[in-house]
């Protein structure tokens, strides 16, 4: 079955902490996305993955395709990073997505 | 240079009736994917559309339909609504040639009462 996991589910930090978010999925994937969504918002596409790491500003992206695992970092967080940040998956051999239950982040000023 | 618009924003309708979401993809890219997110939950796939057909569904009833026009803009249609039906849809459209990045539409939220 293709699963994908996330962690932590909640996170509650403080403004300038530095913030890690995992998801773990279980077989060969074609490309992985990092999303973010502001409550009652649409989705925004943060990175696409599929090997190696990226970077945009504050936020860093790594995925490990061995350890089937991928790491989205904030780093100085700031209040309007507050969101719901999602993992997507797309597996190998299929068009689809499929999206993780998403780690809803608050970061207190 | 627009990205994926999707109309109406929101949408209020009666159990039973039919309604009819709206998506444009962004230009250059000629794949429409659809998705379900319901309240506090993870968007579910719904059915993509490639050359005008519909080419990977996910599971759910017939009464969810679609179509591709030749401008790659699609409709998502669903007839008979039910309360669950009660969601946001999203619009992802991408490049059917290199590494399938995604881009999303804001979302249609639909109400069913």
């Known amino acids: 079955k293709n699963e994908v996991e996330q962690s932590p589910q909640n996170l509650t930090a403080q403004e300038g902490e530095f913030i890690t978010i995992n998801c773990s999925y279980s077989?060969?994937?074609?490309?992985l996305h990092w999303l973010q969504q502001h409550p009652g918002g649409g989705i925004v596409s943060l990175f696409m993955?599929?090997?190696g790491k990226k970077k945009h500003g504050r936020l860093i992206a790594t995925i490990n395709i061995q350890e089937k695992h991928s790491s989205l970092h904030i780093t100085a967080s700031h209040p309007r990073d507050s969101a719901v940040y999602i993992c997507?998956?797309?597996?190998?051999?299929?068009?689809?997505?499929?999206f993780g239950t998403g780690t809803r982040l608050k970061v207190l000023a | 240079d627009a990205g994926v618009t999707q109309s109406p924003t929101h949408l209020i309708k009666t159990r039973g009736q039919q309604v009819t979401l709206r998506c444009s993809p962004k230009?250059?890219?000629?794949?429409v994917s659809w998705y379900q997110q319901a309240l506090g939950q993870g968007p579910q796939f719904i059915f993509q559309?490639?050359?005008?057909?519909?080419?990977q569904r996910g599971n759910f009833p017939d009464r969810f339909s679609g179509h591709q026009f030749p401008n790659y803009s699609s409709e998502l249609n669903v007839n008979a609504l039910l309360l669950g039906d009660s969601a946001l849809y999203l619009c992802?459209?991408?490049?059917?040639?290199?590494?399938?990045?995604?881009?999303f539409g804001s979302g249609t939220r639909l109400t069913v009462v």
């Open positions: 992802a459209s991408s490049r059917s040639t290199g590494n399938y990045g995604y881009t």
């Open positions: 077989v060969g994937i074609s490309a």
């Open positions: 993955l599929s090997s």
């Open positions: 997507a998956v797309r597996f190998s051999g299929t068009y689809k997505y499929i």
């Open positions: 230009s250059g890219h000629d794949t």
């Open positions: 559309y490639y050359e005008e057909e519909e080419r």
